[in-house]
């Protein structure tokens, strides 16, 4: 049984694994030169099982004005047919009622990933620069921290370990975020949740299923079209072939909706554009992840190396103001944190990326309603969290229909 799975990253990779363990002859195609080219290529590297917070809650309502008149530096908003759209199905999901029911869900799929994560890597060593850090969320103020608590709460019933420190508390925890500007008052904890590098991961993973012959990527080649009869999927148009396949996953993040209208889909995925920073380590380098919830920004460690990442920005595909962003980012995380990082290094690396939100803020994985096409996409900011997990579901629902 041949599958096709479109899509290189981190979700289709992870996803080209869970086939090949089920005895399925994969091949992964993508229109880059090298897996992990997209969003998975220089995330923020934090693996944050606990961190499942829906975007869409009643909370975010009150931002909104600000967000369209350009008062938040951490986001920018461009009003299109395309945002208004996505923008009205995200609306309807700011209830207190859904806004609990995706944060639970998500959190739920990132417990599994973890536990699958552990697995995965101890049955296919190799290095990623993972380990288990701890990851810390900064409360800027008294409503940022009734909200935490409150979600907290909620996350604590359904197995997340965090739990909330105060200043002092995260001060002894962290002795690093002393010398970070004085901008909260207190800060989610939570023990488990780890860090690494998801190119590496992606790239690392490649390298096996290669080495095994479990799977052939076929890169530097774009998917055209889906092609379907009778209702069913069977084969993939790849710049001037035809591949067929016995079943076809479609993993490619933000643009996964390009390619599902040729067969009459829309999953309602918007591309918000994020920005990351990679420096060497500065004198007061925390240890563990670090999420500044005011500013819309983290740091993570990794291997000797900050990686700052950060910023909403719902401008549709345009990445033309990139420059200016990723200027801002660092200017803010050297407000923020001035010991972080060696902020004035040569040894600088900056990159954007679009990270595929649905407006529940939960992935879509699974069967779609045209039969043989399957679905693993959509994971907004925590695409690498919830790798495991979704792309352990979507072979499952493969399998199913075999």
């Known amino acids: ?38 969003a998975s290529f220089a995330n923020a590297g934090q693996l944050s099982y ?15 004005p600000g967000l369209l008149l350009g008062r938040d530096p951490g986001a920018r908003v461009r009003l299109t047919p395309g945002l208004m759209s996505w923008g009205l199905r995200f609306l309807g999901q700011c209830t207190t009622k859904r806004a609990a029911e995706n944060t639970v869900a998500v959190l739920k799929t990132a417990m599994r990933s973890a536990k699958l994560m552990t697995e995965l890597s101890q049955r296919v060593p190799f290095e990623f620069s993972h380990r288990r850090a701890g990851k810390l969320v900064l409360l800027g103020s008294e409503a940022e921290l009734k909200a935490a608590t409150i979600s907290n709460r909620l996350k604590n019933l359904h197995g997340s370990d965090a739990k909330i420190l105060s200043r002092a508390e995260v001060n002894s925890a962290e002795p690093a975020l002393e010398r970070i500007s004085n901008e909260f008052i207190a ?15 992606t790239a690392g993973l490649r390298k096996w299923l290669e080495e095994d012959d479990l799977v052939t990527f076929r890169l530097s080649s774009t998917a055209r079209r889906i092609v379907a009869n ?20 479609v993993c490619m993040g933000a643009w996964s909706g390009h390619l ?37 920004m983290v740091f993570s460690n990794i291997d000797g190396f900050i990686r700052i990442a950060g910023f909403a920005d719902f401008v549709g595909f345009d990445s033309s103001a990139d420059t200016e962003r990723i200027r801002s980012l660092l200017e803010l995380a050297r407000q923020v ?9 040569r040894d600088i690396f900056t990159w954007g990326g679009f990270r595929p939100m649905t407006p529940s803020g939960q992935p879509l994985v699974g069967a779609t309603a045209v039969r043989g096409l399957f679905l693993n996409a959509g994971h907004g900011m925590l695409g ?14 493969v399998a199913r229909t075999q």
């Not at 290189?8 to 080219?37: F, H, K, N, P």
């Not at 606990?50 to 909104?64: C, G, H, Q, V, Y």
């Not at 944190?337 to 290094?345: K, N, T």
């Not at 690498?384 to 629902?397: F, I, N």
């Open 1 to 38: 049984m041949h599958v096709i799975v479109l899509g290189a990253g981190v979700i289709g990779t992870t996803t080209a694994y869970y086939l090949s363990q089920l005895g399925y002859r994969v091949t992964v195609i993508d229109r880059a030169s090298d897996v992990g080219d997209g």
């Open 230 to 249: 009778d209702g069913r999927a069977h084969a993939v148009v790849v710049d001037d072939d035809t591949i067929e396949a016995d079943a076809i996953v």
């Open 260 to 296: 599902l209208r040729t067969i009459g889909i829309n999953p309602h995925i918007y591309p918000m554009r994020g920005y990351s920073i990679t420096l060497p380590s500065g004198e007061a380098s925390p240890s563990m992840s670090v999420t500044v919830l005011k500013h819309r």
């Open 384 to 397: 690498w969290t919830l790798a495991c997990s979704t792309a352990y579901d979507a072979a499952q629902a």
């Open 50 to 64: 606990s961190f499942t917070d829906a975007l869409a809650k009643p909370e975010f309502l009150a931002s909104i």
């Open 337 to 345: 944190a001035p010991d972080a990082a060696r902020y004035d290094s």
């Open 187 to 201: 800060a989610v904890y939570s023990q488990n949740d780890e860090v690494g590098d998801s190119l590496k991961f």
